[in-house]
């Protein structure tokens, strides 16, 4: 009886966990890099603040890179990376997780806004973290207060 109950409870662990790694279920992985994104944009809003220097994000559907502009005015953010913050460390890990509806230049201003590099200060960004064709996470971020949420 003992060897029969054991049995069951190690398939009963096999089917909460293997199981849906085994079958492609994105929803752990799309969360993760759901979080990862919204860590990404709130450093990048805090670093600009704090710094009182833009910080540059550039993003395509599954990186997120940053870099600070070094001096005070308009001009490009160029290859100089936050401290701590290395290229790759908000990128998606897995196959078919995704970003969608993030503009691929936003610029964090020292005054806490968000524009997209024209100039041109954002309203409300929905950005959706999609996995298995599926929306599994939004952030939004809000362009008057720099906002991530």
Same mark, same amino acid.
């Given at each position: 009886?003992?060897?029969?109950?054991?049995?069951?409870?190690?398939? $009963?662990?096999?089917?909460?966990?293997?199981?849906?790694?085994?079958?492609? +279920?994105?929803?752990?992985?799309? /969360?993760?890099?759901?979080?990862?994104?919204?860590?990404?944009?709130?450093?990048?809003?805090?670093?600009?603040?704090?710094?009182?220097? #833009?910080?540059?994000? #550039?993003?395509?559907?599954?990186?997120?890179?940053?870099?600070?502009?070094?001096?005070?005015?308009?001009?490009?953010? %160029?290859?100089?990376?936050?401290?701590?913050? #290395? +290229?790759?460390?908000?990128?998606?890990?897995?196959?078919?997780?995704?970003?969608?509806?993030?503009?691929?230049?936003?610029?964090?201003?020292? +005054?806490?806004?968000?524009?997209?590099?024209? $100039?041109?200060?954002?309203?409300?960004?929905?950005?959706?973290?999609?996995? /298995?064709?599926?929306?599994?996470?939004?952030?939004?971020?809000?362009?008057?207060? %720099?906002?991530?949420?």
């Amino acid at each position: 009886m003992v060897e029969l109950i054991t049995v069951m409870v190690l398939i $009963g662990v096999l089917a909460a966990f293997a199981v849906p790694r085994l079958m492609g +279920d994105s929803a752990t992985g799309a /969360a993760l890099f759901g979080d990862q994104v919204a860590s990404g944009l709130r450093m990048a809003q805090k670093s600009a603040v704090a710094r009182r220097r #833009t910080v540059c994000v #550039t993003t395509t559907a599954t990186t997120l890179t940053l870099r600070v502009r070094t001096a005070v005015g308009n001009g490009s953010c %160029g290859n100089v990376q936050l401290q701590g913050i #290395t +290229d790759g460390l908000y990128d998606s890990k897995e196959a078919g997780i995704v970003m969608n509806g993030a503009p691929p230049l936003l610029l964090f201003r020292p +005054d806490g806004t968000i524009d997209d590099g024209n $100039g041109v200060r954002l309203g409300r960004v929905d950005i959706a973290i999609k996995g /298995a064709d599926a929306i599994r996470r939004t952030i939004t971020l809000d362009g008057g207060t %720099g906002y991530v949420h």
